[in-house]
């Protein structure tokens, strides 16, 4: 080891500031990966960042001889590759001629996907080897440099989420890539390496990535809703903005006029007025109506499916206007239904305030200044949170349609955790409702039936759990001819209201599905279906007969709960086989795109570990014929620990957005708090280092990991109310200690493995990063097939296998 070195304390600001461009690279890929292809790529990112770390352990593990005494050049070296390559491959990514929507069809489309995660491996690559190279160089500081390598991160996550916030993804990307060049240029001064010359050749690169990179643009897959809107003659964009919410791209279309009403009965007396789309990261339309005061112009607004609980509510509220809450507002369409279906007061609640300021200033004119209305009250926030936080009742709880039909029917939700639709929401919702008060949800119609009849296994579930023995009498379901409507009262419907429903869909040419004594002869007459089928599974739901339907039926229908809250999720794999034999009769839209490619990047992960990781350092150590005593102690234990952390994580990260009633706020808060701690922890371990003490604590992180699972719920419950800085804070504080703790078997192992066996570190590193590189994926298989309680039960047991490894190590 070269001695100047390792008299010299490590480059800390170097290493905290490449740290966190890898993490607001990771961060930015998600974002922007969301947008130009669908969300379900963030979880290839979390691989591939973790991949990039695993394979600089193994490169690190082989190139040793020749990096001795070399450490500030391969530093400086790698610090300027991450800051180049983070633009050059992101942009020769987006290149590529890959759609996911073709990858279970077109045998190409897996290699472009493969092409994808290789290509933005390579800067993850050139981050880790600055991090792997200071662990090596630096063995009796291990601990240190963890701690500003995690202390780095933190940062690095918080100001990827201002960035977001601040500039376009493409500028943020570009101020990523400076960024890397930066870290480069304060290694030199930190190091004392390199001279004037160097330094201003390094400023002179630095200007020319941000001149080049300037103007960059997203290159959108052609499937999207937005690609195709634009397809259309006439059609233009009329405003872009940005934040960490979405991409909200507004366009108008004068050549042919945008009619989007979903759910419109056939029977409409006439189509809607002219609308303006906005699309959220290229999709999930919604519609901004012009309103220009003509009641007739909104008549549309009577005929489609999600109008019937304002009819079903009129006998009970005897002339009353009722009250409204509608989640997730959006460009207005269903606040605008309300008021023109006679509501005295509504409640819009919509997350992203970019939406507010369209509806609200920038089109405020064109929509008739609908957020303006004094009967429209705006709320900007998470819809979980404002009902459980707000002391209002409501005659109606309207869940808006915000996917598009595409995506839906594609399969490309099945991946996002929605805690609106579990059964835990439900029951708050009902509690939100005045008596004979109605919770309405609309949903896209699939064949076979999914959404629908798994919303009526919902309902029933939140019935029963709330005391209600025959939900059957609580529920109304109605389709037309691409969406459903699912009413679920508070009390029994009485005969009156029945008769509304029915009147309703004999004059919209709605068809029934279900209602409390109805006659299969009464159903699929106007939309007809090869089969009764809503009518034929609401009626096994709601009977004795519903745990064999959820078992015998070809698609997940069983309810989502807040700790599976993977509504979309249908697929079961023993119907895997059967899809797969109707590809030549369209039966791939059966299948979820979302959740296919989580399994195929879990794959991809797993052979590129092999690979990339672990073959490598077999090879090595055997070329090298390097001792193998404890080598399978070693690779146990940083297995079990990369494996364990990355779990907690993820699973943490969910937990905490019912909490913070944001999931922005949960992936800031909850990545900051756990990496910021972690590094505090590190720091700490290294008082510890020169007497091995896992156990405790190991046994400190099994306490309050388990104590955490069960008492977390109750909790939030309780505080769900405070202002959102106050959860703020106390989320952190909660997950101070137990992060602090998570932060030390890591370094504490390394420094260990420094002291008895030093080349051993970077292969550690690897094996390590490998097992995150895993984790991160199978964090969500497990939560979704499981839960997220399994999910962290699971993460303890391998942080107590670490401690009984480790333990016979020290024996």
Same mark, same amino acid.
């Given at each position: 080891?070269?001695?100047?070195?390792?008299?010299?304390?490590?480059?800390?600001?170097?290493?905290?500031?490449?740290?966190?461009?890898?993490?607001?690279?990771?961060?930015?890929?998600?974002?922007?990966?969301?947008?130009?292809?669908?969300?379900?790529?963030?979880?290839?990112?979390?691989?591939?960042?973790?991949?990039?770390?695993?394979?600089?352990?193994?490169?690190?593990?082989?190139?040793?001889?020749?990096?001795?005494?070399?450490?500030?050049?391969?530093?400086?070296?790698?610090?300027?590759?991450?800051?180049?390559?983070?633009?050059? =491959?992101?942009?020769?990514?987006?290149?590529?001629?890959?759609?996911?929507?073709?990858?279970?069809?077109?045998?190409?489309?897996?290699?472009?996907?493969? =092409?994808?995660?290789?290509?933005?491996?390579?800067?993850?690559? =050139?981050?880790?080897?600055?991090?792997?190279?200071?662990?090596?160089?630096?063995?009796?500081?291990?601990?240190?440099?963890? =701690?500003?390598?995690?202390?780095?991160?933190?940062?690095?996550?918080?100001?990827?989420?201002?960035?977001?916030?601040?500039?376009?993804?493409?500028?943020?990307?570009?101020?990523?890539?400076?960024?890397?060049?930066?870290?480069?240029?304060?290694?030199?001064?930190?190091?004392?390496?390199?001279?004037?010359?160097?330094?201003?050749?390094?400023?002179?690169?630095?200007?020319?990535?941000?001149?080049?990179?300037?103007?960059?643009?997203?290159?959108?897959?052609?499937?999207?809703?937005?690609?195709?809107?634009?397809?259309?003659?006439?059609?233009?964009?009329?405003?872009?903005?940005?934040?960490?919410?979405?991409?909200?791209?507004?366009?108008?279309?004068?050549?042919?006029?945008?009619?989007?009403?979903?759910?419109?009965?056939?029977?409409?007396?006439?189509?809607?007025?002219?609308?303006?789309?906005?699309?959220?990261?290229?999709?999930?339309?919604?519609?901004?109506?012009?309103?220009?005061? @003509?009641?007739?112009?909104?008549?549309?607004?009577?005929?489609?499916?999600?109008?019937?609980?304002?009819?079903?509510?009129?006998?009970?509220?005897?002339?009353?206007?009722?009250?409204?809450?509608?989640?997730?507002?959006?460009?207005?369409?269903?606040?605008?239904?309300?008021?023109?279906?006679?509501?005295?007061?509504?409640?819009?609640?919509?997350?992203?305030?970019?939406?507010?300021?369209?509806?609200?200033?920038?089109?405020?004119?064109? @929509?008739?200044?609908?957020?303006?209305?004094?009967?429209?009250?705006?709320?900007? @926030?998470?819809?979980?949170?404002?009902?459980?936080?707000?002391? &209002?009742?409501?005659?109606? +709880?309207?869940?808006?349609?915000?996917?598009?039909?595409?995506?839906?029917?594609?399969?490309?939700?099945?991946?996002?955790?929605?805690?609106?639709?579990?059964?835990?929401?439900?029951?708050?919702?009902?509690?939100?409702?005045?008596?004979?008060?109605?919770?309405?949800?609309?949903?896209?119609?699939?064949?076979?039936?999914?959404?629908?009849?798994?919303?009526?296994?919902?309902?029933?579930?939140?019935?029963?759990?709330?005391?209600?023995?025959?939900?059957?009498?609580?529920?109304?379901?109605?389709?037309?001819?691409?969406?459903?409507?699912?009413?679920?009262?508070?009390?029994?419907?009485?005969?009156?209201?029945?008769?509304?429903?029915?009147?309703?869909?004999?004059?919209?040419?709605?068809?029934?599905?279900?209602?409390?004594?109805?006659?299969?002869?009464?159903?699929?007459?106007?939309?007809?279906?090869?089969?009764?089928?809503?009518?034929?599974?609401?009626?096994?739901?709601?009977?004795?007969?519903?745990?064999?339907?959820?078992?015998?039926?070809?698609?997940?229908?069983?309810?989502?709960?807040?700790?599976?809250?993977?509504?979309?999720?249908?697929?079961?794999?023993?119907?895997?086989?059967?899809?797969?034999?109707?590809?030549?009769?369209?039966?791939?839209?059966?299948?979820?795109?979302?959740?296919?490619?989580?399994?195929?990047?879990?794959?991809?992960?797993?052979?590129?570990?092999?690979?990339?990781?672990?073959?490598?350092?077999?090879?090595?150590?055997?070329?090298?014929?390097?001792?193998?005593?404890?080598?399978? &102690?070693?690779?146990?234990?940083?297995?079990?620990?990369?494996?364990?952390?990355?779990?907690?994580? +993820?699973?943490?990260?969910?937990?905490?957005?019912?909490?913070?009633?944001?999931?922005?706020?949960?992936?800031?808060?909850?990545?900051?708090?756990?990496?910021?701690?972690?590094?505090?922890?590190?720091?700490?371990?290294?008082?510890?280092?020169?007497?091995?003490?896992?156990?405790?604590?190991?046994?400190?992180?099994?306490?309050?990991?388990?104590?955490?699972?069960?008492?977390?719920?109750?909790?939030?419950?309780?505080?769900?109310?405070?202002?959102?800085?106050?959860?703020?804070? +106390?989320?952190?504080?909660?997950?101070?200690?137990?992060?602090?703790?998570?932060?030390?078997?890591?370094?504490?192992?390394?420094?260990?493995?420094? &002291?008895?066996?030093?080349?051993?570190?970077?292969?550690?590193?690897?094996?390590?990063?490998?097992? @995150?590189?895993?984790?991160?994926?199978?964090?969500?298989?497990?939560? +979704?097939?499981?839960?997220?309680?399994?999910?962290?039960?699971?993460?303890?047991?391998?942080?107590?296998?670490?401690?009984?490894?480790?333990?016979?190590?020290?024996?």
């Amino acid at each position: 080891m070269n001695r100047k070195l390792l008299s010299q304390k490590p480059p800390v600001l170097s290493i905290a500031l490449i740290s966190g461009a890898a993490l607001a690279y990771e961060i930015l890929l998600m974002r922007l990966l969301s947008i130009i292809h669908w969300h379900h790529f963030a979880y290839m990112i979390i691989s591939v960042a973790l991949l990039g770390y695993g394979a600089s352990g193994t490169f690190l593990a082989l190139s040793r001889d020749r990096l001795k005494g070399r450490f500030s050049s391969a530093f400086i070296i790698n610090a300027v590759l991450f800051g180049l390559t983070s633009v050059i =491959c992101y942009l020769l990514a987006q290149s590529l001629p890959f759609n996911a929507l073709e990858i279970l069809w077109d045998p190409q489309q897996p290699l472009w996907l493969l =092409c994808i995660y290789l290509l933005l491996f390579i800067p993850f690559f =050139c981050a880790a080897n600055c991090i792997c190279l200071s662990f090596s160089e630096f063995p009796r500081q291990v601990h240190r440099v963890y =701690c500003f390598d995690l202390l780095g991160a933190g940062m690095g996550a918080m100001a990827a989420i201002a960035a977001l916030f601040l500039l376009m993804p493409m500028t943020a990307l570009s101020a990523v890539a400076m960024l890397g060049l930066l870290t480069a240029l304060v290694a030199m001064i930190e190091l004392k390496s390199g001279n004037l010359r160097h330094r201003i050749a390094l400023l002179m690169i630095i200007a020319l990535v941000a001149a080049s990179t300037h103007g960059l643009e997203m290159k959108l897959s052609q499937f999207k809703g937005l690609s195709q809107a634009l397809q259309v003659q006439g059609a233009a964009e009329v405003d872009t903005r940005s934040s960490p919410l979405g991409l909200l791209t507004t366009v108008e279309s004068l050549s042919v006029p945008f009619r989007h009403a979903p759910g419109l009965s056939l029977n409409a007396p006439g189509a809607p007025p002219e609308q303006l789309a906005v699309f959220t990261d290229g999709d999930g339309m919604s519609m901004i109506t012009a309103n220009r005061g @003509s009641a007739e112009a909104l008549d549309y607004l009577d005929y489609v499916t999600s109008a019937l609980p304002y009819h079903t509510l009129a006998p009970s509220l005897k002339g009353r206007a009722p009250d409204v809450l509608v989640l997730g507002a959006g460009g207005g369409s269903d606040v605008l239904q309300a008021l023109h279906l006679g509501a005295a007061r509504v409640d819009a609640v919509e997350v992203n305030a970019q939406f507010i300021r369209l509806v609200r200033q920038i089109f405020g004119e064109f @929509s008739g200044f609908l957020y303006d209305d004094p009967r429209v009250q705006v709320h900007i @926030s998470e819809a979980r949170g404002f009902v459980s936080s707000s002391p &209002r009742q409501w005659d109606l +709880i309207q869940i808006a349609l915000l996917d598009s039909f595409g995506a839906a029917a594609a399969g490309l939700h099945a991946l996002s955790e929605n805690y609106l639709y579990t059964v835990e929401a439900f029951k708050e919702y009902l509690g939100k409702l005045r008596p004979g008060g109605i919770l309405a949800t609309t949903r896209w119609i699939k064949l076979p039936p999914r959404d629908g009849l798994k919303m009526i296994a919902t309902a029933a579930m939140a019935l029963e759990q709330s005391g209600i023995n025959t939900p059957g009498d609580h529920l109304v379901l109605i389709r037309g001819w691409n969406t459903s409507t699912l009413l679920v009262r508070n009390q029994s419907f009485t005969a009156g209201e029945l008769e509304q429903v029915r009147q309703f869909c004999r004059e919209r040419w709605f068809d029934l599905a279900y209602y409390p004594g109805i006659n299969e002869k009464e159903t699929n007459q106007y939309n007809q279906q090869q089969k009764p089928w809503f009518y034929q599974g609401s009626k096994s739901l709601l009977s004795e007969r519903r745990e064999a339907f959820f078992r015998d039926y070809k698609f997940d229908i069983r309810p989502a709960t807040d700790d599976q809250p993977y509504f979309f999720h249908f697929l079961k794999w023993r119907s895997l086989a059967e899809i797969l034999s109707l590809r030549g009769q369209g039966g791939l839209p059966l299948l979820e795109q979302g959740y296919l490619i989580l399994v195929a990047t879990l794959a991809q992960a797993v052979l590129a570990s092999l690979v990339l990781v672990l073959l490598p350092l077999w090879m090595g150590g055997r070329s090298r014929q390097q001792g193998q005593d404890g080598l399978g &102690r070693v690779f146990a234990y940083f297995l079990a620990i990369g494996f364990a952390f990355m779990l907690v994580e +993820i699973a943490f990260i969910q937990k905490f957005i019912l909490f913070l009633s944001h999931p922005l706020y949960a992936v800031a808060v909850v990545l900051s708090a756990f990496l910021v701690c972690a590094g505090l922890g590190s720091a700490v371990s290294g008082k510890w280092s020169a007497k091995f003490t896992i156990y405790p604590v190991v046994a400190g992180i099994g306490v309050l990991a388990v104590l955490y699972v069960y008492l977390l719920p109750p909790l939030f419950q309780q505080l769900i109310s405070l202002p959102d800085m106050a959860k703020i804070g +106390i989320s952190a504080a909660l997950i101070a200690p137990l992060a602090f703790l998570m932060g030390m078997p890591f370094p504490l192992g390394l420094s260990q493995l420094a &002291r008895l066996s030093p080349s051993r570190v970077p292969w550690a590193w690897g094996i390590n990063g490998c097992a @995150s590189v895993m984790g991160a994926v199978l964090a969500t298989l497990l939560a +979704i097939h499981a839960g997220f309680m399994v999910v962290v039960l699971f993460a303890v047991l391998l942080y107590f296998l670490a401690a009984a490894t480790a333990r016979k190590a020290t024996a």
